[in-house]
T-cell receptor
Framework: AQSVTQLGSHVSVSEGALVLLRCNYS??????LFWYVQYPNQGLQLLLK??????LVKGINGFEAEFKKSETSFHLTKPSAHMSDAAEYFC??????????FGAGTRLFVKA | DAGVTQSPTHLIKTRGQQVTLRCSPK?????VSWYQQALGQGPQFIFQ???????QRGNFPDRFSGHQFPNYSSELNVNALLLGDSALYLC?????????????FGQGTRLTVV
């Protein structure tokens, strides 16, 4: 069965510092992978997606993620955090069918 | 384009009651998926509708049912509400449902069961 694990329910960084949010997946088949962001009282917005083309995926708002099959990981990074990046981030996977599996989420705090 | 719209935004119900949540997909989208997001957790897939039929279902009891109308809008019905049904219910729409299809999410309906 497929699953998505996000390491760290909370991550705190200083403004201007590197953002690293970790995601590992478990799947018997290569998944399609996604990162979503959720601001308070809002729905989810797609940041980026991996669909078996380039392993380094660039998304919106300066975020990028690298697919590493050997590590079954898809970590999200941003070189320099901005106050507006404070939100909840979800990693998700789809291995076929119509169901997308989400991780439990990581809340990012950005300190001034 | 209004995107995905859900109504109502907030709802309070009593245990044992029934509730109906509504979703209008993004213009041009034909597929609607429903998710339950409990506090502090990621969204959990409830089911997906395409061409007015339920195409796949997650691990949810039969108390959860849905419907899709010819205009692609959808309803989620929950019967015999339990306290544990309190959550944010998210609707996502897409054009088709391929593995790499981007789903657009609404702002959700916050359901509180007391």
């Amino acid at each position: 069965a497929q699953s998505v694990t996000q390491l760290g329910s909370h991550v705190s960084v200083s403004e201007g510092a590197l953002v690293l949010l970790r995601c590992n997946y478990s799947s018997s088949v290569p998944p399609y992978l996604f990162w979503y962001v959720q601001y308070p009282n809002q729905g989810l917005q797609l940041l980026l997606k991996y669909t078996s083309a380039a392993t380094l995926v660039k998304g919106i708002n300066g975020f990028e993620a690298e697919f590493k099959k050997s590590e079954t990981s898809f970590h999200l990074t941003k070189p320099s955090a901005h106050m507006s990046d404070a939100a909840e981030y979800f990693c998700a996977a789809n291995t076929g069918g119509f169901k997308t599996i989400f991780g439990a989420g990581t809340r990012l705090f950005v300190k001034a | 384009d209004a995107g995905v719209t859900q109504s109502p935004t907030h709802l309070i119900k009593t245990r044992g009651q029934q509730v109906t949540l509504r979703c209008s997909p993004k213009s041009g989208h034909d597929t609607v998926s429903w998710y339950q997001q409990a506090l502090g957790q990621g969204p959990q897939f409830i089911f997906q509708y395409y061409e007015e039929e339920e195409r796949q279902r997650g691990n949810f009891p039969d108390r959860f049912s849905g419907h899709q109308f010819p205009n692609y809008s959808s309803e989620l019905n929950v019967n015999a509400l339990l306290l544990g049904d309190s959550a944010l219910y998210l609707c996502a729409s897409s054009l088709g449902s391929g593995r790499n299809t981007e789903a657009f999410f609404g702002q959700g309906t916050r359901l509180t069961v007391v």
